[in-house]
């Protein structure tokens, strides 16, 4: 049955198109085409933007979803840099005020960051990650969980139902994680589908904070969800060493904070 493209946003078209292929692993151009009441050539445009973006390759007429590479899971990550992670959340957390709603990305930056938070009351958190509402006990605040598909390996809700979920959303702060940082371009992840929501949670968060250890600007993902020119504040552990970013950040009034000496 197909869907009536006119009815879809662009991005509610193209999420679709990956879940498509996440059921079919790969298939035909025209069988894509068929799925969508739009025309062949706004499926193309689909297909070349999905490519650009890492999501998706094409050979001979075939399309083909791109595998994420395996990362270390979630409780791995978790034990990495605990009092960077910790000292990252104590900064993160003075930013927050009583009525503040905050949007919390997964993670494991983020998760110690639940943990300052949970101590706070009046506030509205709101999250994909599975692990930050396990870590809440007996929360003060009012919590808003997403729906969506679940990833095991972040212990995360990915996916289109999470984008619409956040299309609902205004939140006062966002504090976003990232698997890698690719130079001065912008933040990166392993995931399409952990893309789309990071995407979605900067357009609905009217501060946004990318909060990272410094390991990860010796790694990169494979997809650019964002540059940097679309986040506010970043906090890091210790100083930036590439000094090409620094100017970049400074040049483009990116706040950047220390949160270690």
């Given at each position: 049955?197909?869907?009536?493209?006119?009815?879809?946003?662009i991005?509610?078209?193209?999420?679709?198109?990956?879940?498509?292929?996440?059921?079919?692993?790969?298939?035909?151009?025209?069988?894509?085409?068929?799925?969508?009441?739009?025309?062949?050539a706004?499926?193309?445009?689909?297909?070349t933007?999905?490519?650009?973006?890492?999501?998706?390759?094409?050979?001979?007429g075939?399309v083909?979803?791109?595998?994420?590479?395996?990362i270390?899971?979630?409780?791995?990550?978790?034990?990495?840099f605990?009092?960077?992670?910790?000292?990252?959340?104590?900064?993160?957390?003075?930013?927050?005020?009583?009525?503040?709603?905050?949007?919390?990305?997964?993670?494991?930056?983020?998760?110690?960051?639940?943990l300052?938070?949970g101590?706070?009351?009046?506030?509205?958190?709101?999250?994909?990650?599975?692990?930050i509402?396990?870590?809440?006990?007996?929360?003060?605040?009012?919590?808003?969980?997403?729906?969506?598909l679940?990833?095991?390996?972040?212990?995360?809700?990915?996916?289109?139902d999470?984008?619409?979920?956040?299309?609902r959303?205004?939140?006062?702060?966002?504090?976003?994680?990232?698997?890698?940082?690719?130079?001065?371009?912008?933040m990166?992840?392993?995931?399409?589908?952990?893309?789309?929501?990071?995407?979605?949670?900067?357009?609905?968060a009217r501060k946004?904070?990318?909060?990272i250890?410094?390991?990860?600007?010796?790694?990169?993902?494979?997809?650019?969800?964002?540059?940097?020119?679309?986040?506010?504040?970043?906090?890091?552990?210790?100083p930036?060493?590439?000094?090409?970013l620094?100017?970049?950040?400074?040049?483009?009034g990116?706040?950047?904070?220390?949160?270690l000496?």
């Open positions: 049955m197909k869907k009536d493209g006119d009815d879809l946003t991005t509610e078209r193209r999420n679709a198109i990956i879940h498509y292929l996440q059921t079919k692993q790969d298939c035909d151009v025209n069988e894509i085409i068929q799925q969508f009441d739009v025309t062949p706004t499926i193309r445009r689909d297909l933007f999905l490519e650009n973006s890492g999501s998706i390759s094409r050979t001979h075939a083909h979803l791109v595998k994420a590479p395996s270390p899971g979630f409780l791995s990550r978790n034990t990495l605990t009092e960077e992670k910790q000292a990252i959340a104590r900064v993160a957390a003075q930013m927050v005020h009583s009525g503040d709603s905050v949007l919390l990305d997964s993670g494991t930056t983020t998760h110690a960051i639940a300052e938070l101590k706070m009351p009046d506030i509205t958190l709101i999250t994909n990650s599975l692990s509402i396990s870590v809440l006990e007996e929360p003060k605040q009012n919590i808003l969980l997403t729906g969506g679940f990833e095991y390996e972040n212990l995360a809700l990915v996916g289109p999470v984008e619409l979920f956040l299309d959303i205004s939140a006062s702060i966002l504090f976003l994680g990232a698997t890698g940082i690719r130079g001065c371009d912008g990166t992840v392993i995931s399409p589908l952990q893309a789309g929501v990071k995407r979605k949670m900067i357009q609905c946004r904070v990318l909060v250890d410094n390991s990860k600007f010796s790694s990169s993902g494979m997809v650019l969800f964002a540059s940097f020119s679309e986040v506010d504040t970043v906090i890091v552990a210790h930036i060493q590439d000094q090409t620094r100017r970049h950040l400074e040049d483009i990116v706040e950047v904070i220390v949160a000496p």
